[in-house]
């Protein structure tokens, strides 16, 4: 098994997990496995954060299903986010951060179609 503590914390193929809410490990290991490749082993990415960011979640979206966000950057991420049961993954590779999570489908095409919600002013 792959899966290692790193200083009290869970490891998955060398990537430190800062918080996670998924307990499908193979979901655990493609989420890990695509960041690394878009963002390879070096302190500068190999793309801009917003193109690993989108190949990452156009990755996650054709195997596991809509509504998958994904946000890339470096030195720590803060979010505030909602999401589905058991698909949230924040993670750091070398410099990298990295969050993935799902979002509720239905709430998604709500927002979508309801011109209410929208928060423009």
Same mark, same amino acid.
């Given at each position: !098994?792959?899966?290692?503590?790193? #200083?009290?914390? &869970?490891?998955?193929? +060398?990537?430190?997990? %800062? ?6 490990? #193979? ?6 496995? $695509?960041? $690394? ?5 070096? &302190?500068?990415?190999? %793309?801009?954060? !917003? ?12 195997? =596991? +299903?809509?509504?998958? !966000? %994904?946000?890339? +950057?470096? +030195? ?7 999401? &589905? $049961? ?6 750091? =590779?070398?410099? =990298? ?7 509720? &489908? #239905?709430?998604? %095409?709500?927002? #979508? ?7 423009? $002013?």
């Amino acid at each position: !098994n792959k899966k290692k503590k790193m #200083a009290g914390k &869970e490891s998955i193929l +060398g990537c430190e997990v %800062v918080a996670v809410s998924m307990s499908d490990a #193979a979901l655990k290991k493609a989420i890990v496995t $695509k960041a $690394k490749t878009v963002l390879g082993d070096k &302190e500068t990415p190999l %793309v801009p954060y !917003n193109k690993a960011a989108l190949a990452i979640k156009t990755e996650l979206e054709s195997k =596991h +299903g809509l509504t998958w !966000n %994904v946000i890339c +950057g470096t +030195g720590g991420l803060i979010s505030a986010v909602t999401f &589905e $049961k058991e698909k949230y993954i924040y993670f750091r =590779h070398k410099d =990298h951060d990295v969050i993935a999570f799902k979002t509720y &489908e #239905a709430y998604a %095409v709500k927002q #979508a179609v309801d011109p209410k919600k929208s928060t423009k $002013k």
